[in-house]
Protein backbone atom coordinates (compact mmCIF):
# COMPACT_ATOMS: atom_id res chain seq x y z
CA UNK A 1 0.00 0.00 0.00
CA UNK A 2 1.44 3.61 -0.98
CA UNK A 3 0.44 6.90 -1.32
CA UNK A 4 2.58 7.92 -3.88
CA UNK A 5 3.20 11.57 -5.36
CA UNK A 6 -0.90 12.80 -5.14
CA UNK A 7 -0.24 14.99 -2.63
CA UNK A 8 -3.36 16.73 -1.52
CA UNK A 9 -2.25 20.20 -0.77
CA UNK A 10 -5.58 21.31 -2.31
CA UNK A 11 -7.90 19.75 -0.04
CA UNK A 12 -11.02 18.26 -1.52
CA UNK A 13 -13.40 20.63 -2.59
CA UNK A 14 -16.94 20.39 -2.52
CA UNK A 15 -18.23 21.12 -6.54
CA UNK A 16 -20.83 24.28 -5.81
CA UNK A 17 -22.96 25.31 -9.00
CA UNK A 18 -24.15 28.36 -7.54
CA UNK A 19 -23.34 30.20 -3.68
CA UNK A 20 -26.94 31.09 -2.49
CA UNK A 21 -27.22 27.20 -1.30
CA UNK A 22 -25.19 27.36 2.62
CA UNK A 23 -23.58 24.28 3.86
CA UNK A 24 -26.08 22.35 6.10
CA UNK A 25 -24.35 20.77 9.04
CA UNK A 26 -26.57 18.66 11.10
CA UNK A 27 -27.39 16.40 13.53
CA UNK A 28 -29.45 13.55 12.34
CA UNK A 29 -31.55 12.62 15.06
CA UNK A 30 -32.00 14.27 18.83
CA UNK A 31 -31.11 11.70 21.19
CA UNK A 32 -34.57 11.81 22.70
CA UNK A 33 -35.61 10.25 19.25
CA UNK A 34 -33.82 6.79 19.07
CA UNK A 35 -32.26 5.20 20.89
CA UNK A 36 -28.96 2.98 20.50
CA UNK A 37 -30.54 -0.06 21.58
CA UNK A 38 -33.31 0.14 19.07
CA UNK A 39 -31.46 1.42 16.14
CA UNK A 40 -29.70 -2.01 15.56
CA UNK A 41 -32.71 -3.84 16.59
CA UNK A 42 -35.01 -2.21 13.90
CA UNK A 43 -32.70 -2.17 10.89
CA UNK A 44 -31.20 -5.76 11.16
CA UNK A 45 -34.56 -7.25 9.54
CA UNK A 46 -33.98 -6.91 6.24
CA UNK A 47 -38.09 -6.84 5.43
CA UNK A 48 -38.06 -3.91 7.43
CA UNK A 49 -40.12 -1.13 6.87
CA UNK A 50 -38.93 0.97 3.68
CA UNK A 51 -41.08 4.03 4.09
CA UNK A 52 -41.15 4.72 7.79
CA UNK A 53 -42.13 8.12 7.47
CA UNK A 54 -44.62 8.44 4.41
CA UNK A 55 -45.30 11.38 2.59
CA UNK A 56 -48.53 13.23 4.73
CA UNK A 57 -49.50 15.91 2.30
CA UNK A 58 -52.11 17.32 4.23
CA UNK A 59 -49.67 17.48 6.82
CA UNK A 60 -46.57 19.11 4.29
CA UNK A 61 -49.25 21.11 2.72
CA UNK A 62 -49.37 23.73 5.65
CA UNK A 63 -45.16 24.36 4.91
CA UNK A 64 -45.29 24.83 1.40
CA UNK A 65 -43.90 27.76 -0.75
CA UNK A 66 -45.05 30.91 0.50
CA UNK A 67 -46.87 29.37 3.97
CA UNK A 68 -46.87 31.57 7.40
CA UNK A 69 -45.56 28.86 8.96
CA UNK A 70 -42.26 28.53 7.06
CA UNK A 71 -41.08 31.77 9.09
CA UNK A 72 -41.81 31.06 12.70
CA UNK A 73 -38.47 29.34 12.91
CA UNK A 74 -34.83 31.60 13.43
CA UNK A 75 -33.82 33.48 10.91
CA UNK A 76 -30.56 31.98 9.53
CA UNK A 77 -29.25 34.79 6.99
CA UNK A 78 -29.80 38.88 6.33
CA UNK A 79 -29.31 40.28 3.53
CA UNK A 80 -27.72 43.93 2.69
CA UNK A 81 -30.93 45.29 1.41
CA UNK A 82 -34.32 45.03 3.52
CA UNK A 83 -36.23 42.49 2.30
CA UNK A 84 -39.73 40.85 3.62
CA UNK A 85 -39.90 38.50 6.60
CA UNK A 86 -40.93 35.92 4.28
CA UNK A 87 -37.99 36.24 1.70
CA UNK A 88 -35.70 35.70 4.77
CA UNK A 89 -33.67 32.30 4.71
CA UNK A 90 -35.16 30.41 7.96
CA UNK A 91 -34.32 27.63 9.90
CA UNK A 92 -37.15 24.79 10.58
CA UNK A 93 -40.03 25.85 12.53
CA UNK A 94 -40.20 24.20 15.70
CA UNK A 95 -43.84 22.55 14.77
CA UNK A 96 -41.26 20.77 12.00
CA UNK A 97 -38.77 19.02 14.18
CA UNK A 98 -41.09 16.00 15.54
CA UNK A 99 -40.96 15.37 11.31
CA UNK A 100 -37.34 15.15 11.22
CA UNK A 101 -36.08 12.12 10.77
CA UNK A 102 -32.75 12.13 8.79
CA UNK A 103 -30.90 13.59 6.02
CA UNK A 104 -31.03 13.31 1.87
CA UNK A 105 -27.67 13.87 0.87
CA UNK A 106 -27.58 14.59 -3.91
CA UNK A 107 -25.65 12.35 -5.52
CA UNK A 108 -26.32 13.48 -8.80
CA UNK A 109 -24.47 15.90 -10.33
CA UNK A 110 -27.02 18.40 -10.78
CA UNK A 111 -30.81 17.65 -9.27
CA UNK A 112 -33.84 19.59 -9.54
CA UNK A 113 -35.77 20.53 -6.74
CA UNK A 114 -39.67 21.08 -7.04
CA UNK A 115 -42.56 22.68 -5.02
CA UNK A 116 -44.78 20.11 -5.13
CA UNK A 117 -44.41 15.95 -5.55
CA UNK A 118 -46.12 15.64 -8.96
CA UNK A 119 -48.38 17.93 -10.96
CA UNK A 120 -49.09 20.94 -8.32
CA UNK A 121 -52.45 23.05 -9.13
CA UNK A 122 -50.82 26.36 -9.59
CA UNK A 123 -47.77 27.83 -11.20
CA UNK A 124 -45.64 28.18 -8.46
CA UNK A 125 -42.81 29.61 -10.60
CA UNK A 126 -44.77 32.69 -11.81
CA UNK A 127 -45.52 33.64 -8.27
CA UNK A 128 -41.99 33.01 -7.13
CA UNK A 129 -41.17 35.66 -9.74
CA UNK A 130 -44.11 38.19 -9.24
CA UNK A 131 -42.71 38.10 -5.42
CA UNK A 132 -39.23 38.58 -5.76
CA UNK A 133 -39.43 41.60 -8.34
CA UNK A 134 -41.13 43.23 -5.43
CA UNK A 135 -38.26 42.86 -3.41
CA UNK A 136 -34.95 45.02 -3.35
CA UNK A 137 -33.82 41.99 -5.22
CA UNK A 138 -35.59 41.89 -8.17
CA UNK A 139 -34.61 39.14 -10.87
CA UNK A 140 -33.43 41.51 -13.96
CA UNK A 141 -33.42 39.13 -16.53
CA UNK A 142 -35.93 37.70 -18.79
CA UNK A 143 -39.39 36.44 -17.26
CA UNK A 144 -39.91 33.22 -19.06
CA UNK A 145 -42.93 31.17 -17.75
CA UNK A 146 -40.70 28.35 -17.08
CA UNK A 147 -41.40 25.29 -15.32
CA UNK A 148 -44.07 25.76 -13.14
CA UNK A 149 -43.39 23.68 -10.44
CA UNK A 150 -39.26 23.68 -10.51
CA UNK A 151 -38.31 25.68 -7.34
CA UNK A 152 -34.04 25.31 -7.43
CA UNK A 153 -31.37 23.53 -8.52
CA UNK A 154 -28.50 21.70 -5.88
CA UNK A 155 -25.06 20.33 -6.67
CA UNK A 156 -24.15 17.17 -5.95
CA UNK A 157 -23.18 16.46 -2.11
CA UNK A 158 -25.72 18.87 -0.85
CA UNK A 159 -27.58 17.95 2.43
CA UNK A 160 -31.28 18.63 3.01
CA UNK A 161 -33.07 17.53 6.06
CA UNK A 162 -35.52 14.91 5.30
CA UNK A 163 -39.44 15.16 6.49
CA UNK A 164 -40.49 12.24 4.71
CA UNK A 165 -39.90 10.22 1.52
CA UNK A 166 -41.60 7.45 -0.63
CA UNK A 167 -40.18 5.48 -3.48
CA UNK A 168 -40.23 8.46 -5.80
CA UNK A 169 -40.39 11.70 -3.87
CA UNK A 170 -38.26 12.97 -0.56
CA UNK A 171 -39.69 15.88 1.49
CA UNK A 172 -37.29 18.12 2.12
CA UNK A 173 -36.53 21.96 4.73
CA UNK A 174 -34.85 23.98 3.27
CA UNK A 175 -34.07 27.51 4.58
CA UNK A 176 -34.52 29.49 1.08
CA UNK A 177 -32.07 31.74 -0.73
CA UNK A 178 -32.29 34.76 -2.72
CA UNK A 179 -29.80 35.51 -6.00
CA UNK A 180 -28.10 39.04 -4.63
CA UNK A 181 -27.01 39.35 -8.16
CA UNK A 182 -30.37 40.08 -9.14
CA UNK A 183 -29.71 37.34 -12.36
CA UNK A 184 -26.79 39.10 -13.57
CA UNK A 185 -24.11 36.57 -13.27
CA UNK A 186 -24.78 32.54 -14.15
CA UNK A 187 -25.47 31.49 -10.82
CA UNK A 188 -27.99 28.33 -10.51
CA UNK A 189 -26.66 25.47 -12.92
CA UNK A 190 -26.36 27.89 -16.27
CA UNK A 191 -26.94 30.87 -18.20
CA UNK A 192 -30.45 31.15 -18.18
CA UNK A 193 -31.38 29.49 -15.68
CA UNK A 194 -30.85 31.88 -12.97
CA UNK A 195 -34.47 32.95 -12.53
CA UNK A 196 -34.88 30.12 -10.06
CA UNK A 197 -31.93 31.17 -7.35
CA UNK A 198 -34.23 32.30 -5.50
CA UNK A 199 -37.23 30.81 -3.25
CA UNK A 200 -38.68 31.28 -0.11
CA UNK A 201 -38.17 28.80 3.26
CA UNK A 202 -40.23 25.85 2.95
CA UNK A 203 -40.96 22.38 2.57
CA UNK A 204 -39.84 21.07 -1.09
CA UNK A 205 -39.42 17.95 -2.69
CA UNK A 206 -36.52 15.93 -4.09
CA UNK A 207 -36.84 12.97 -6.75
CA UNK A 208 -35.58 9.76 -4.41
CA UNK A 209 -33.47 8.98 -7.11
CA UNK A 210 -30.78 12.10 -6.91
CA UNK A 211 -30.27 11.36 -3.27
CA UNK A 212 -28.58 9.08 -0.97
CA UNK A 213 -30.65 9.11 2.29
CA UNK A 214 -30.16 8.13 5.95
CA UNK A 215 -32.29 7.98 8.79
CA UNK A 216 -32.92 7.84 12.62
CA UNK A 217 -33.93 4.15 12.67
CA UNK A 218 -29.91 3.51 12.01
CA UNK A 219 -28.71 6.41 14.19
CA UNK A 220 -25.98 4.80 16.99
CA UNK A 221 -25.91 6.62 20.12
CA UNK A 222 -22.49 5.13 21.31
CA UNK A 223 -19.41 3.63 19.71
CA UNK A 224 -19.37 0.49 18.56
CA UNK A 225 -17.23 -2.48 18.75
CA UNK A 226 -15.11 -2.72 15.39
CA UNK A 227 -14.53 -6.12 15.24
CA UNK A 228 -12.74 -5.57 11.61
CA UNK A 229 -12.37 -3.49 8.81
CA UNK A 230 -13.65 -4.03 5.04
CA UNK A 231 -12.31 -3.23 1.57
CA UNK A 232 -14.77 -3.19 -1.33
CA UNK A 233 -13.43 -4.82 -4.60
CA UNK A 234 -16.21 -2.91 -6.62
CA UNK A 235 -18.77 -0.48 -5.72
CA UNK A 236 -21.42 -1.09 -3.45
CA UNK A 237 -24.35 0.56 -1.91
CA UNK A 238 -24.54 1.11 1.89
CA UNK A 239 -27.60 0.43 2.43
CA UNK A 240 -29.81 1.15 5.78
CA UNK A 241 -31.20 -2.53 6.38
CA UNK A 242 -29.58 -5.86 5.00
CA UNK A 243 -32.03 -6.06 2.14
CA UNK A 244 -30.74 -8.21 -0.97
CA UNK A 245 -33.10 -6.06 -3.01
CA UNK A 246 -36.14 -3.47 -2.92
CA UNK A 247 -33.25 -1.71 -0.19
CA UNK A 248 -32.78 2.28 0.76
CA UNK A 249 -29.23 3.44 -0.16
CA UNK A 250 -27.54 5.45 2.49
CA UNK A 251 -24.26 6.15 0.34
CA UNK A 252 -21.80 4.58 -1.74
CA UNK A 253 -18.57 2.96 -0.89
CA UNK A 254 -16.01 2.95 -4.09
CA UNK A 255 -13.46 -0.05 -5.22
CA UNK A 256 -10.89 -0.47 -2.60
CA UNK A 257 -12.28 2.10 0.20
CA UNK A 258 -11.91 1.28 3.48
CA UNK A 259 -14.24 1.16 6.31
CA UNK A 260 -14.86 -0.19 9.38
CA UNK A 261 -17.21 -3.39 10.22
CA UNK A 262 -19.16 -4.13 13.23
CA UNK A 263 -20.30 -7.46 12.72
CA UNK A 264 -18.39 -9.81 11.30
CA UNK A 265 -21.17 -12.52 11.01
CA UNK A 266 -23.38 -11.77 8.05
CA UNK A 267 -26.73 -10.60 8.32
CA UNK A 268 -28.69 -11.61 5.40
CA UNK A 269 -25.82 -12.28 3.38
CA UNK A 270 -24.51 -8.45 4.72
CA UNK A 271 -21.93 -7.29 7.01
CA UNK A 272 -22.72 -4.67 9.50
CA UNK A 273 -20.55 -1.44 9.52
CA UNK A 274 -20.33 2.09 10.82
CA UNK A 275 -21.32 4.78 8.98
CA UNK A 276 -21.44 8.17 9.68
CA UNK A 277 -22.84 7.94 13.44
CA UNK A 278 -24.72 5.40 12.53
CA UNK A 279 -25.37 1.15 11.79
CA UNK A 280 -25.39 0.32 8.25
CA UNK A 281 -24.82 -2.52 5.76
CA UNK A 282 -23.13 -3.91 2.82
CA UNK A 283 -23.56 -6.69 0.70
CA UNK A 284 -20.61 -9.43 1.95
CA UNK A 285 -19.93 -11.23 -1.27
CA UNK A 286 -17.89 -7.36 -2.44
CA UNK A 287 -16.17 -6.95 1.04
CA UNK A 288 -12.57 -8.40 1.73
CA UNK A 289 -12.90 -8.83 5.19
CA UNK A 290 -9.70 -8.10 7.73
CA UNK A 291 -9.80 -9.34 11.27
CA UNK A 292 -8.46 -7.60 13.64
CA UNK A 293 -6.92 -10.25 15.21
CA UNK A 294 -6.01 -12.00 11.76
CA UNK A 295 -2.67 -14.18 11.37
CA UNK A 296 -1.65 -12.73 7.91
CA UNK A 297 1.32 -14.65 6.06
CA UNK A 298 4.15 -13.18 3.72
CA UNK A 299 2.89 -11.81 0.95
CA UNK A 300 4.89 -11.57 -2.38
CA UNK A 301 2.65 -8.76 -3.94
CA UNK A 302 -0.29 -6.69 -4.26
CA UNK A 303 -2.37 -6.79 -7.80
CA UNK A 304 -4.93 -5.61 -9.34
CA UNK A 305 -8.12 -7.17 -11.15
CA UNK A 306 -7.72 -6.68 -14.44
CA UNK A 307 -11.15 -8.62 -15.71
CA UNK A 308 -13.67 -6.47 -17.31
CA UNK A 309 -16.64 -8.90 -15.75
CA UNK A 310 -16.65 -10.17 -12.29
CA UNK A 311 -14.24 -12.64 -10.69
CA UNK A 312 -15.13 -15.55 -7.97
CA UNK A 313 -12.51 -16.04 -5.62
CA UNK A 314 -12.85 -19.11 -4.37
CA UNK A 315 -12.07 -21.41 -1.23
CA UNK A 316 -9.64 -23.92 -3.10
CA UNK A 317 -7.96 -23.38 -6.49
CA UNK A 318 -10.38 -24.36 -8.94
CA UNK A 319 -13.93 -23.03 -10.40
CA UNK A 320 -15.97 -25.96 -8.60
CA UNK A 321 -15.09 -24.97 -5.28
CA UNK A 322 -17.11 -22.62 -2.70
CA UNK A 323 -17.25 -18.92 -3.38
CA UNK A 324 -15.64 -16.55 -0.63
CA UNK A 325 -16.36 -13.41 -2.54
CA UNK A 326 -16.54 -11.31 -5.72
CA UNK A 327 -14.02 -8.78 -6.62
CA UNK A 328 -14.63 -6.30 -10.19
CA UNK A 329 -12.17 -4.82 -12.09
CA UNK A 330 -9.36 -2.21 -10.19
CA UNK A 331 -9.95 -3.92 -7.18
CA UNK A 332 -6.68 -4.57 -5.30
CA UNK A 333 -5.47 -7.60 -3.82
CA UNK A 334 -2.69 -9.01 -1.74
CA UNK A 335 -1.09 -11.81 -3.30
CA UNK A 336 0.76 -14.82 -1.12
CA UNK A 337 2.10 -16.97 -4.02
CA UNK A 338 1.68 -15.83 -7.55
CA UNK A 339 1.09 -18.91 -9.81
CA UNK A 340 0.03 -20.93 -7.06
CA UNK A 341 -0.99 -24.24 -9.85
CA UNK A 342 -3.25 -24.79 -11.89
CA UNK A 343 -3.72 -21.51 -13.46
CA UNK A 344 -4.50 -19.89 -9.77
CA UNK A 345 -3.11 -17.44 -7.43
CA UNK A 346 -2.97 -17.60 -4.18
CA UNK A 347 -4.64 -14.20 -2.50
CA UNK A 348 -5.39 -13.18 1.38
CA UNK A 349 -9.00 -12.55 0.98
CA UNK A 350 -11.41 -12.28 4.03
CA UNK A 351 -8.16 -12.79 6.51
CA UNK A 352 -7.74 -16.52 5.03
CA UNK A 353 -5.96 -17.94 2.01
CA UNK A 354 -8.11 -17.99 -0.92
CA UNK A 355 -8.07 -18.66 -5.17
CA UNK A 356 -8.19 -16.54 -8.22
CA UNK A 357 -7.22 -17.43 -11.45
CA UNK A 358 -4.00 -15.80 -12.48
CA UNK A 359 -4.98 -14.48 -15.97
CA UNK A 360 -7.43 -11.90 -14.17
CA UNK A 361 -4.98 -10.36 -12.36
CA UNK A 362 -2.67 -7.73 -13.23
CA UNK A 363 0.08 -5.37 -11.93
CA UNK A 364 2.07 -7.41 -9.59
CA UNK A 365 3.81 -5.08 -7.30
CA UNK A 366 6.19 -6.40 -5.35
CA UNK A 367 4.38 -6.45 -1.52
CA UNK A 368 7.08 -4.32 0.47
CA UNK A 369 7.59 -5.48 4.20
CA UNK A 370 10.21 -4.30 6.87
CA UNK A 371 11.99 -7.74 6.81
CA UNK A 372 12.55 -7.47 2.82
CA UNK A 373 12.96 -3.78 2.86
CA UNK A 374 16.95 -3.16 1.89
CA UNK A 375 18.47 0.08 3.42
CA UNK A 376 21.46 0.99 3.38
CA UNK A 377 23.95 2.13 6.38
CA UNK A 378 24.30 5.61 5.68
CA UNK A 379 23.23 8.28 3.60
CA UNK A 380 25.83 10.35 1.27
CA UNK A 381 24.28 13.29 0.78
CA UNK A 382 20.52 14.88 -0.18
CA UNK A 383 18.28 14.57 -3.58
CA UNK A 384 15.87 17.94 -3.78
CA UNK A 385 13.31 18.56 -6.31
CA UNK A 386 14.71 22.33 -6.53
CA UNK A 387 16.05 23.71 -9.46
CA UNK A 388 15.06 25.44 -12.45
CA UNK A 389 13.12 22.74 -13.78
CA UNK A 390 11.65 21.64 -10.75
CA UNK A 391 7.93 22.07 -12.01
CA UNK A 392 8.17 18.73 -14.33
CA UNK A 393 8.98 16.48 -11.26
CA UNK A 394 11.47 13.63 -11.34
CA UNK A 395 11.05 9.84 -12.40
CA UNK A 396 11.96 7.57 -9.30
CA UNK A 397 12.61 3.79 -10.42
CA UNK A 398 12.37 0.91 -8.20
CA UNK A 399 14.82 -2.24 -8.41
CA UNK A 400 12.63 -3.66 -10.42
CA UNK A 401 12.15 -0.57 -12.62
CA UNK A 402 15.78 -0.39 -13.40
CA UNK A 403 16.08 -3.52 -14.70
CA UNK A 404 13.37 -2.92 -17.20
CA UNK A 405 14.99 -0.04 -18.14
CA UNK A 406 18.73 -1.94 -18.82
CA UNK A 407 16.56 -3.47 -21.65
CA UNK A 408 16.06 -0.10 -22.88
CA UNK A 409 19.23 1.06 -23.17
CA UNK A 410 18.77 2.81 -19.46
CA UNK A 411 17.33 5.44 -20.75
CA UNK A 412 14.86 7.04 -18.65
CA UNK A 413 12.71 8.93 -21.12
CA UNK A 414 12.08 5.87 -23.21
CA UNK A 415 8.45 5.84 -23.98
CA UNK A 416 8.19 1.83 -24.13
CA UNK A 417 10.33 1.50 -20.70
CA UNK A 418 8.15 4.31 -19.12
CA UNK A 419 4.95 2.63 -19.82
CA UNK A 420 6.48 -0.78 -19.06
CA UNK A 421 7.12 0.41 -15.66
CA UNK A 422 3.82 2.66 -15.30
CA UNK A 423 1.82 -0.66 -15.96
CA UNK A 424 3.63 -2.73 -13.52
CA UNK A 425 3.96 0.08 -10.93
CA UNK A 426 7.61 0.20 -10.93
CA UNK A 427 8.42 4.23 -11.00
CA UNK A 428 7.72 7.11 -8.81
CA UNK A 429 7.19 10.65 -9.66
CA UNK A 430 8.87 13.14 -7.44
CA UNK A 431 7.53 16.40 -6.96
CA UNK A 432 8.86 20.08 -6.85
CA UNK A 433 9.87 20.50 -3.23
CA UNK A 434 10.50 16.96 -2.66
CA UNK A 435 13.33 15.36 -1.29
CA UNK A 436 15.45 11.89 -0.52
CA UNK A 437 18.26 10.45 1.01
CA UNK A 438 21.46 9.29 -1.47
CA UNK A 439 23.17 6.58 -0.61
CA UNK A 440 25.63 5.90 -4.20
CA UNK A 441 26.08 8.40 -7.08
CA UNK A 442 27.46 6.45 -9.96
CA UNK A 443 27.87 7.02 -13.71
CA UNK A 444 26.00 5.48 -16.69
CA UNK A 445 25.84 5.14 -19.45
CA UNK A 446 22.72 5.32 -21.71
CA UNK A 447 21.05 5.64 -25.64
CA UNK A 448 18.17 7.16 -27.11
CA UNK A 449 15.27 5.81 -28.66
CA UNK A 450 16.35 8.32 -31.80
CA UNK A 451 20.23 7.60 -31.83
CA UNK A 452 20.25 3.90 -30.11
CA UNK A 453 23.81 3.78 -31.43
CA UNK A 454 25.43 6.55 -29.77
CA UNK A 455 26.35 6.06 -26.18
CA UNK A 456 26.27 9.17 -23.93
CA UNK A 457 27.16 9.25 -20.08
CA UNK A 458 24.83 10.07 -17.28
CA UNK A 459 24.66 10.05 -13.09
CA UNK A 460 22.52 7.90 -11.56
CA UNK A 461 21.54 8.18 -7.85
CA UNK A 462 20.54 5.95 -5.29
CA UNK A 463 17.83 7.11 -3.10
CA UNK A 464 15.11 5.94 -0.39
CA UNK A 465 11.73 7.08 -1.69
CA UNK A 466 8.23 6.27 -0.52
CA UNK A 467 9.49 3.73 1.88
CA UNK A 468 12.17 1.70 -0.61
CA UNK A 469 15.17 1.78 -2.70
CA UNK A 470 15.07 3.79 -5.78
CA UNK A 471 17.01 5.32 -8.68
CA UNK A 472 17.15 8.46 -10.35
CA UNK A 473 18.78 9.13 -13.21
CA UNK A 474 20.31 12.39 -14.64
CA UNK A 475 21.05 12.86 -18.32
CA UNK A 476 20.73 16.99 -18.45
CA UNK A 477 18.45 19.57 -17.10
CA UNK A 478 17.95 17.66 -14.32
CA UNK A 479 14.89 18.84 -11.77
CA UNK A 480 16.83 18.34 -8.85
CA UNK A 481 19.93 19.05 -6.96
CA UNK A 482 22.52 16.84 -5.78
CA UNK A 483 23.45 18.16 -2.02
CA UNK A 484 26.76 15.51 -0.81
CA UNK A 485 27.11 15.13 2.49
CA UNK A 486 25.51 17.35 5.06
CA UNK A 487 25.27 20.38 2.54
CA UNK A 488 21.38 20.86 2.07
CA UNK A 489 20.03 22.03 5.08
CA UNK A 490 16.25 23.31 5.93
CA UNK A 491 15.21 25.59 8.27
CA UNK A 492 11.12 25.78 9.09
CA UNK A 493 9.37 27.87 11.47
CA UNK A 494 7.26 26.45 14.06
CA UNK A 495 3.96 27.53 14.03
CA UNK A 496 0.74 26.63 15.94
CA UNK A 497 -2.70 25.36 14.90
CA UNK A 498 -5.23 23.62 16.14
CA UNK A 499 -5.77 19.98 15.16
CA UNK A 500 -8.95 18.78 15.99
CA UNK A 501 -10.56 15.33 15.60
CA UNK A 502 -14.32 15.02 15.51
CA UNK A 503 -15.78 11.50 16.82
CA UNK A 504 -18.90 10.09 18.28
CA UNK A 505 -18.38 11.39 22.00
CA UNK A 506 -17.39 15.16 20.62
CA UNK A 507 -13.48 14.62 20.19
CA UNK A 508 -10.37 16.31 21.45
CA UNK A 509 -8.49 18.99 20.14
CA UNK A 510 -5.32 21.04 20.48
CA UNK A 511 -3.26 24.07 19.60
CA UNK A 512 -0.04 22.22 18.40
CA UNK A 513 3.42 22.70 17.09
CA UNK A 514 3.06 22.22 12.80
CA UNK A 515 5.78 22.98 10.15
CA UNK A 516 4.32 24.09 6.89
CA UNK A 517 6.70 21.85 4.18
CA UNK A 518 6.37 22.10 0.41
CA UNK A 519 2.91 24.03 1.17
CA UNK A 520 1.79 21.23 3.21
CA UNK A 521 1.27 20.98 7.15
CA UNK A 522 2.54 18.55 9.40
CA UNK A 523 2.56 17.48 13.09
CA UNK A 524 3.89 15.44 15.36
CA UNK A 525 3.07 11.64 14.71
CA UNK A 526 2.61 10.78 18.51
CA UNK A 527 0.22 13.85 18.35
CA UNK A 528 -1.80 12.70 16.37
CA UNK A 529 -2.25 9.01 17.55
CA UNK A 530 -2.94 10.56 20.93
CA UNK A 531 -5.94 12.58 19.79
CA UNK A 532 -7.52 9.99 17.59
CA UNK A 533 -6.78 7.64 20.57
CA UNK A 534 -10.71 8.00 21.97
CA UNK A 535 -12.13 7.29 18.82
CA UNK A 536 -13.03 4.13 16.52
CA UNK A 537 -10.02 4.60 14.75
CA UNK A 538 -7.26 4.52 17.13
CA UNK A 539 -3.67 3.24 16.69
CA UNK A 540 -0.71 2.51 18.42
CA UNK A 541 2.75 3.44 16.90
CA UNK A 542 6.39 2.05 18.28
CA UNK A 543 9.49 3.02 17.06
CA UNK A 544 11.21 -0.66 16.26
CA UNK A 545 15.35 1.04 16.68
CA UNK A 546 17.06 -2.04 15.37
CA UNK A 547 15.55 -1.52 12.06
CA UNK A 548 14.96 1.86 12.37
CA UNK A 549 11.01 1.85 11.71
CA UNK A 550 7.39 3.34 13.14
CA UNK A 551 5.67 0.14 13.79
CA UNK A 552 1.83 1.34 13.49
CA UNK A 553 -1.00 -0.98 13.92
CA UNK A 554 -4.97 -0.09 13.26
CA UNK A 555 -8.01 -0.87 15.08
CA UNK A 556 -5.05 -0.93 17.98
CA UNK A 557 -5.36 0.92 20.98
CA UNK A 558 -3.40 3.76 22.07
CA UNK A 559 -0.60 2.25 24.52
CA UNK A 560 1.39 5.13 24.44
CA UNK A 561 1.97 8.05 27.38
CA UNK A 562 0.11 11.54 26.70
CA UNK A 563 1.39 13.19 23.95
CA UNK A 564 2.96 16.50 24.85
CA UNK A 565 0.65 18.37 23.09
CA UNK A 566 3.00 21.40 23.19
CA UNK A 567 2.99 24.39 20.67
CA UNK A 568 5.17 25.58 18.47
CA UNK A 569 7.69 28.66 20.03
CA UNK A 570 7.51 30.46 16.70
CA UNK A 571 11.62 29.90 15.74
CA UNK A 572 13.20 28.13 12.59
CA UNK A 573 14.03 24.63 13.57
CA UNK A 574 16.70 21.99 11.39
CA UNK A 575 14.08 19.64 9.24
CA UNK A 576 16.02 16.52 7.94
CA UNK A 577 14.78 13.24 6.14
CA UNK A 578 14.86 10.33 7.86
CA UNK A 579 15.56 7.04 6.71
CA UNK A 580 12.98 5.63 8.94
CA UNK A 581 10.47 3.07 7.29
CA UNK A 582 6.63 3.90 8.40
CA UNK A 583 5.20 -0.11 8.48
CA UNK A 584 0.97 0.38 8.42
CA UNK A 585 -0.31 -2.83 9.47
CA UNK A 586 2.82 -4.92 8.25
CA UNK A 587 3.33 -3.05 4.65
CA UNK A 588 5.77 -0.22 3.88
CA UNK A 589 3.82 2.77 2.97
CA UNK A 590 5.15 5.95 1.13
CA UNK A 591 4.18 8.76 3.24
CA UNK A 592 6.47 11.64 3.40
CA UNK A 593 7.79 11.67 6.99
CA UNK A 594 10.07 14.41 8.33
CA UNK A 595 12.54 14.37 10.91
CA UNK A 596 12.90 17.77 13.45
CA UNK A 597 14.69 18.07 17.05
CA UNK A 598 14.44 13.77 17.46
CA UNK A 599 10.73 13.60 16.49
CA UNK A 600 8.93 12.67 13.37
CA UNK A 601 5.86 14.56 11.69
CA UNK A 602 3.57 13.70 9.21
CA UNK A 603 0.42 14.86 7.73
CA UNK A 604 -2.61 14.63 9.22
CA UNK A 605 -4.25 14.24 5.70
CA UNK A 606 -2.16 10.97 4.94
CA UNK A 607 -2.90 9.23 8.86
CA UNK A 608 -6.77 10.42 7.39
CA UNK A 609 -6.36 8.09 4.73
CA UNK A 610 -4.95 5.52 6.12
CA UNK A 611 -7.90 5.22 8.98
CA UNK A 612 -10.39 6.01 6.25
CA UNK A 613 -11.43 9.99 8.07
CA UNK A 614 -12.30 13.20 6.33
CA UNK A 615 -9.73 15.49 6.49
CA UNK A 616 -10.38 19.36 6.05
CA UNK A 617 -9.58 22.67 7.05
CA UNK A 618 -12.04 24.46 9.57
CA UNK A 619 -10.46 27.93 8.73
CA UNK A 620 -8.51 28.61 12.11
CA UNK A 621 -6.74 24.95 11.39
CA UNK A 622 -6.95 21.28 10.74
CA UNK A 623 -9.49 18.85 11.32
CA UNK A 624 -10.26 14.95 11.16
CA UNK A 625 -13.12 13.56 11.14
CA UNK A 626 -13.46 10.18 12.05
CA UNK A 627 -17.45 9.64 11.38
CA UNK A 628 -16.66 10.51 7.93
CA UNK A 629 -15.14 8.44 4.90
CA UNK A 630 -12.13 9.89 3.64
CA UNK A 631 -13.02 10.10 0.13
CA UNK A 632 -16.45 12.47 -0.14
CA UNK A 633 -19.26 9.86 -0.59
CA UNK A 634 -21.92 11.73 -2.27
CA UNK A 635 -21.48 10.22 -5.49
CA UNK A 636 -23.60 8.18 -7.51
Known sequence: MKITNQRRTNLRKRFVLFTLIAAMLI??????????????????????????FPLDMNFLSKYLYGSAENTKGTVATYYAKEVPNEWLPHEMPASLKTSYWGKAVVHTTKAKVYFYPGTPSINYHKKRMDEINKTAYSYLGGHPDGNANLAFYCAETSEFKVLAYDATWVAIWSNGAIDVG????????????????????????????????????????????????????????????PATDN?????????????????????????????????????????????????????QYNAVVTYSDRVNITTEANASSSVEGIAKKDAK????????????????????????????????????TLAALK?????????????????????????????????YHMDPDNSKALKKCLDTKNVYFMQAGESAPVYKVSKMTYSTEAFPDYKE?????????????????????????????????????????????????????????????NDQYYYKLDDIAYLMSKTNKSFHVKYDKTKDAMIINSMTAYKGKAASLKKGNGKKHKVTIPATSIVWDGEVVGIPCYKIDGKYYVSPDDIGELTDSRFESDGSGWCIKTLLPHKIDAVG
Not at 259 to 267: A, D, E, L, N, Y
Not at 472 to 488: E, H, I, L, M, Q
Open 27 to 52: TLVPAANVSAASAAYLTEDPNADLYP
Open 182 to 241: RGLESTCGGLGTEQYASWKPGVYFIPRKDVYITDARNQQLDIPTVTASGTATCNIYIKTT
Open 247 to 299: YVAAGLIETNQLFQVTKSTPINGHYQIYYRQGLYYVNAKYVNLRMSNENKPAM
Open 333 to 368: LQVVKKNYGNGYSQVWFNSKKCYIPTKNLTGFETYL
Open 375 to 407: KPSKAKGTLVIDSPWAAYGASAFTEAGLKILKK
Open 457 to 517: TGKLYKILYNGEICYVADVGNAPFTYYPGNKYSKKVKAETKVLRVYCQNGGSSGNLECYKI
